[in-house]
């Protein structure tokens, strides 16, 4: 298979992670599953991917391990997490982790 096609079906593939991620989330957090909850969970993962995918040249490297798939995951959370905050969707449930 050639780079090009290697691209799409990573980048395919990170979409459905980041998907499954927000879902996973949701879900550990007790969020009912709605497609409108889901959308707004996930486009700011979605977002930072996109910034992470052209930034770190990932669309030319698709199965480049380091350093392209490590910054582009640093980036996508990164950038996901500075829009959650930016948006007022925060970045913590609210519920601190028992001290032992």
């Known amino acids: 298979m050639e780079t090009r096609t ?3 079906l990573a980048a395919v593939i990170d979409v459905v992670l980041i998907v499954a991620f927000a879902v996973i989330g949701r879900s550990s957090h007790g969020e009912a599953f709605a497609p409108l909850g889901l959308w707004t969970t996930a486009y700011p993962f979605l977002a930072g991917w996109a ?3 052209v930034t770190s040249g990932a669309w030319s ?3 480049a391990i380091w ?3 490590v910054v582009a995951w640093i980036l996508t959370v990164f950038v996901g997490m500075a829009i959650r905050v930016a948006t007022g969707q925060g970045v913590v449930d609210g519920n601190p982790l028992p001290i032992s």
């Open 51 to 53: 910034i992470a995918y």
């Open 61 to 63: 490297r698709p199965l």
């Open 6 to 8: 290697w691209g799409w």
């Open 67 to 69: 350093p392209t798939g």
